[in-house]
T-cell receptor, first 113, second 114 residues
């Protein structure tokens, strides 16, 4: 059974500092991994999708890496801003599980002005 | 991409009653997914809804408790039946439009059961 873990559960940084969010998964036979952002009481916004054959994806200040063999992904957010405050979730799609996503518990980020 | 709307956005219900949540997508999709997010928890898949066939439920979720309809390729409903306070959660629908592996989520329905 795939298990997804995100550490730390919460993170507080001053504005301008780089953010590093970790995601680990137990079954390396993944199809892809997706990072989401969730604002309080809201739905999920897709940030980045990394296919199993890729090592990283970039979008603006966001960069996500994937090391499938070690079961890890890292989301980097450069030069954090107060508007980056949210919960960040990673989700893994197994190759053999159709479109089902298995989510981590999330990292709650607070960027202080 | 896909734009997804859900109704209602929130509701407060009495135990023993049922609530039907609607999900509308701006494009035709083969599969729609229903997730639950309990307070302070991450998301858990309830079921996958294909148009023209019965929904496929994940372990721990049953049709009698969470009946799903999928009348066409842009719409689905999830009913939470005979509610108890433990059903208080955010319910989200999501889709993965054809030609993309990205999953998109609706804004969610926040349900509180008293």
């Amino acid at each position: 059974k795939q298990e997804v873990t995100q550490i730390p559960a919460a993170l507080s940084v001053p504005e301008g500092e780089n953010l590093v969010l970790n995601c680990s998964f137990t079954d390396s036979a993944i199809y892809n991994l997706q990072w989401f952002r969730q604002d309080p009481g809201k739905g999920l916004t897709s940030l980045l999708l990394i296919q199993s054959s890729q090592r990283e994806q970039t979008s603006g200040r966001l960069n996500a890496s994937l090391d499938k063999s070690s079961g890890r992904s890292t989301l980097y957010i450069a030069a954090s801003q107060p508007g980056d405050s949210a919960t960040y979730l990673c989700a893994v799609r197994l190759a053999a599980a159709g479109n089902k996503l298995t989510f981590g518990g999330g990292t709650r980020v607070l960027v202080k002005p | 991409s896909a734009v997804i709307s859900q109704k209602p956005s929130r509701d407060i219900c009495q135990r023993g009653t049922s609530l039907t949540i609607q999900c509308q997508v701006d494009s035709q999709v083969t599969m729609m997914f229903w997730y639950r997010q309990q307070p302070g928890q991450s998301l858990t898949l309830i079921a996958t809804a294909n148009q023209g066939s019965e929904a496929t439920y994940e372990s721990g979720f049953v049709i009698d408790k969470f009946p799903i309809s999928r009348p066409n390729l842009t719409f689905s409903t999830l009913t939470v039946s005979n509610m108890s306070p433990e059903d208080s959660s955010i319910y989200l629908c999501s889709v993965a439009p054809g030609g993309t592996d990205t999953q998109y989520f609706g804004p969610g329905t926040r349900l509180t059961v008293l």
